[in-house]
C-alpha cells in the first residue's frame, strides 16, 4: 500500500482492487465529518442506479483477505466504491466541507495512482533512452578503438619502412667500407665510457653483466656488430654487450629488433658524449 494521504486533517490509508483505487463507506463519513451511516444509507436509497463492478463492488471476507486488504467486515462482506460511486453517493452533501473533500479525494486520493504510474513510465523511459545511448556511446568507442588500430597498425608499417630503409642504406655503406677488420680504437675508448657513464658499468642489453670493474673492462666484455656483419666497422654499428647477450643473439634466444630501442639509446649517448666537431674522428673506423 501507499503512504497514508491526509484528507481535510483526516489520515486516509489508500485501499485499491482490482487495479484500481476503492474507498469505504466508513471512510466517506469520517473525512466528511459525518455520522455513522450516512454514506451508507445514501447508497441504498438510490442503489439501483449504481452498477456493480464500475461504481462499487461487493466482495466477501475471503475476497478481503485474498486481496491483501487492510479493512474488517462482517460476514456478509463489504461494499468499496469507486471513484465514480464515491461521486454519487457524495451528490447530496454540498456543504463547504463536502465540496473541499471532493476535491481533495479526487485530485490526492483516486487520481493519485494515475500519477505514480505516470511518473512510473517517464523513468522506464528515461533509463531505456540512458540505456540506448550507453549502447550508441559503446558502439561510438569500438570505432574509435577500431579507427586507433588502423593508426598503430599504420604506424608499425612506418617503422617496418624505416628499419628496412636503413638495413639497405647499412648494406650500402658496409660494401663501401669491405675489407676493414675491427672497430676504431677511439670508438671502443668511448663505448666503455658510455657504458661506465650511462649504465653502471653493466650490459646495456640484459642491463645484469658488468663489463667494467674500477673502469677496467672484464672478460665479458664484447664490441657487437648490430647487423651482424663484421666488415661492417662503422660507428652507426656498433656498441658494447656481454658475452652471454651476444651468444643469444646468435642462437636465437634474443630478438635483434626487440633489442633495438637499447642500441639507439647507446647510440644516442655515444653521440652526444663529444662535440660535433670531434665526431668525425670519433665515427672512424680501422682499416
Given at each position: 500500500m501507499s503512504n497514508i494521504v491526509q484528507i481535510h486533517g483526516e489520515p486516509i490509508e489508500p485501499l485499491e482492487y482490482n487495479g484500481q483505487r476503492v474507498i469505504t463507506f466508513?471512510?466517506?463519513?469520517?473525512?466528511h465529518g459525518r455520522p455513522d451511516g450516512t454514506a451508507s444509507r445514501n447508497f441504498r436509497t438510490h442503489k439501483d442506479k449504481f452498477i456493480n463492478g464500475e461504481d462499487y463492488y461487493q466482495i466477501?471476507?475471503?475476497?478481503?483477505?485474498?486481496?491483501?486488504?487492510?479493512?474488517k467486515a462482517n460476514n456478509y462482506g463489504i461494499t468499496l466504491l469507486t471513484e465514480s460511486g464515491y461521486l454519487m453517493v457524495c451528490k447530496?452533501?454540498?456543504?463547504?466541507?463536502?465540496?473541499?473533500?471532493?476535491?481533495s479525494l479526487v485530485k490526492t486520493y483516486f487520481r493519485a495512482k494515475e500519477l505514480v504510474e505516470a511518473t512510473q513510465d517517464h523513468n522506464l523511459w528515461v533509463k531505456q533512452m540512458m540505456e540506448r545511448l550507453a549502447i550508441i556511446g559503446e558502439s561510438h568507442?569500438?570505432?574509435?578503438?577500431?579507427?586507433?588500430?588502423?593508426?598503430?597498425?599504420?604506424g608499425e608499417k612506418v617503422d617496418t619502412f624505416s628499419y628496412t630503409f636503413d638495413e639497405r642504406l647499412n648494406g650500402i655503406e658496409t660494401l663501401l667500407n669491405s675489407g676493414r677488420k675491427s672497430f676504431h680504437a677511439k670508438l671502443k675508448e668511448r663505448g666503455g665510457t658510455v657504458?661506465?657513464?650511462?649504465?653502471?658499468?653493466?650490459?646495456?642489453c640484459c642491463g645484469d653483466t658488468l663489463l667494467f670493474h674500477n673502469g677496467v673492462k672484464t672478460k665479458f666484455l664484447n664490441y657487437d656488430?648490430?647487423?651482424?656483419?663484421p666488415q661492417d666497422n662503422r660507428a652507426t654499428n656498433f656498441w658494447v654487450?656481454?658475452?652471454?647477450?651476444?651468444?643469444?643473439f646468435k642462437n636465437g634466444k634474443l630478438n635483434r629488433a626487440e633489442q633495438r630501442y637499447k642500441f639507439n639509446f647507446f647510440q644516442?649517448?655515444?653521440?652526444?658524449?663529444?662535440?660535433a666537431s670531434k665526431q668525425k674522428e670519433l665515427f672512424k673506423v680501422k682499416n
Open positions: 466508513e471512510m466517506i463519513d469520517r473525512v466477501q471476507v475471503d475476497e478481503i483477505r485474498r486481496a491483501g486488504l487492510p479493512i447530496s452533501l454540498t456543504d463547504d466541507r463536502s465540496w473541499e473533500v471532493q476535491r568507442e569500438k570505432k574509435i578503438d577500431g579507427l586507433c588500430q588502423e593508426i598503430s597498425t599504420v657504458c661506465i657513464e650511462h649504465f653502471s658499468s653493466k650490459c646495456p656488430h648490430w647487423n651482424e656483419k654487450i656481454c658475452s652471454q647477450c651476444n651468444q643469444d644516442e649517448r655515444l653521440r652526444k658524449l663529444d662535440p
